[in-house]
Structure formats: structure tokens, C-alpha cells
């Protein structure tokens, strides 16, 4: 009863040593009484019960985890903030963007902003209509493009007054 055949796969090369050795005179049992070997759905639910994470466990780990990471932070931040300003070996000076005028991010949605703000402030100072003859001239240009735009409507209704009278069907 049960299986027929197994596949051992040793952690050590010991354990192969320690099976040579074991006798050959009847059949080796893996699953005994005083040392069961869970199989089948057993197997399964064990293997599920280990997987699942104890919530106080984990939020135990989590808060230990996050305060060395903030001690680490801590001490990185103190460690920049003595060595912010003083030369190196060479006389060269850490620029960060820590400081008195922290520097701009370098990303592509800071840059984007930037160029509209910079196109924001030149149509401010751009003068539109300036002088008086400009401003008449943009006067009759809206008022040409109303009219053209006038007569695209009367033509557009004209044909669907057309096309609703004539129905060939």
C-alpha cells in the first residue's frame, strides 16, 4: 500500500554515504510512525497553512525593517549634511540640491513645465495690437473670416434645402 517507487534527492553528499550504508535485506520505509511524511492533501494543506503569513508577524518584521531603514536614512542624511560644502582631497566642492537654492529636478515633466512657464511669461510681455493701425487690422480681419465663414453656412444650408425637396425614390 502506497507508493511503489521514490525519488530521493540529497541536501548533502553525506546523506548518499548514509543511504549506501543503510542494509539491503528488506524494503526501506521513508514514512514511519515516529517520522510521518505528509503526502497527498495533507501535503497540500500544509504546504498552504506554512505559505500564509501571519499578519502580527509580518507587521513585526515590516516595523523593524523600516526602522533601520530609517536609521540608515538618518545617519547618510548627517554623514551629506557634514561633508556638504567642504572640499575633498582635490579641492573639489559636493554641489547637491540640498541647500540654500536646491537645484531643479532633472526629469522630463519638470523640463515640460518649465518650458510653459517660460512660454507663459513671453506671450505676457508680447504686445498684441500695439499700435492703433495693428489693431484695426485685426479688427477687419475677424471680421472678413466671419463673413467668409457666413457664406460657407448659407451655401451648406442651401444644398440640404436642395437635397430635403429632391427625393428620387
Do not use: C
Amino acid at each position: 500500500q502506497g507508493f511503489q517507487v521514490a525519488y530521493v534527492v540529497f541536501k548533502k553528499p553525506t546523506g548518499v554515504q548514509a543511504a549506501k550504508a543503510l542494509s539491503q535485506d528488506g524494503p526501506l520505509l521513508i514514512s514511519t510512525e515516529s517520522h510521518p511524511v505528509k503526502t497527498g492533501i495533507s501535503k497540500w494543506i500544509a504546504d498552504y497553512e506554512a505559505s500564509v503569513v501571519n499578519p502580527r508577524e509580518l507587521k513585526a518584521e515590516v516595523d523593524t525593517f523600516m526602522q533601520d531603514y530609517d536609521k540608515r536614512m538618518a545617519e547618510e542624511e548627517a554623514k551629506a549634511a557634514k561633508e556638504e560644502g567642504v572640499p575633498d582631497k582635490e579641492g573639489w566642492v559636493k554641489v547637491t540640491r540640498k541647500g540654500r537654492k536646491p537645484g531643479l529636478p532633472r526629469t522630463e515633466a519638470a523640463n515640460l513645465r518649465l518650458l510653459e512657464r517660460e512660454k507663459q511669461k513671453r506671450a505676457r510681455k508680447e504686445l498684441l495690437n500695439f499700435y492703433a493701425w495693428q489693431h484695426r487690422e485685426t479688427k477687419r480681419e475677424h471680421i472678413a473670416q466671419l463673413r467668409k465663414k457666413f457664406e460657407e453656412d448659407k451655401q451648406r444650408i442651401a444644398l440640404m434645402r436642395a437635397q430635403r425637396k429632391f427625393r428620387p425614390y
